[in-house]
């Protein structure tokens, strides 16, 4: 089944993609957002064992990006954000990045970019 976006869609919110958002069964990643790409404001992308945020970088209209409880491991991975002129809200928590943070402070819950 394949399910066509609408050309202006701001939020896409899905937990264990198939349709609109594909992540693709090797590599976990976000992948097919181009339709969507300059009107989407919102993802929502929550338990989907996401390892990369490649796949990102055309979404120019992005504030908020929700990648809880999915498998990225690199403070590198973070870098990638650095494309998204907008983006303002994101929320990493329950990913493995968070082995690498020291215990002497908690990890932030979300990261505001403003």
Not at 16 to 35: G, S
Not at 74 to 80: C, F, N, P
Request: negative net charge; proline residues 7%.
């Amino acid at each position: 089944m394949l399910l066509h976006s609408p050309p202006t869609l701001s939020v896409l919110a899905y937990s264990l993609l198939y349709l609109c958002v594909c992540v693709h069964a090797v590599d976990h990643q976000i992948e097919k957002l181009d339709d969507v790409a300059t009107t989407l404001e919102e993802l929502w992308v929550s338990y989907n064992q996401i390892t990369t945020l490649d796949g990102l970088s055309g979404l120019t209209n992005l504030t908020t990006l929700y990648i809880s409880y999915n498998l990225i491991k690199s403070w590198a991975e973070l870098d990638k954000l650095a494309t998204l002129p907008h983006l303002k809200d994101v929320l990493f928590v329950g990913n493995p990045i968070y082995d690498e943070t020291p215990s002497r402070c908690p990890p932030p819950l979300s990261l505001s970019l403003s």
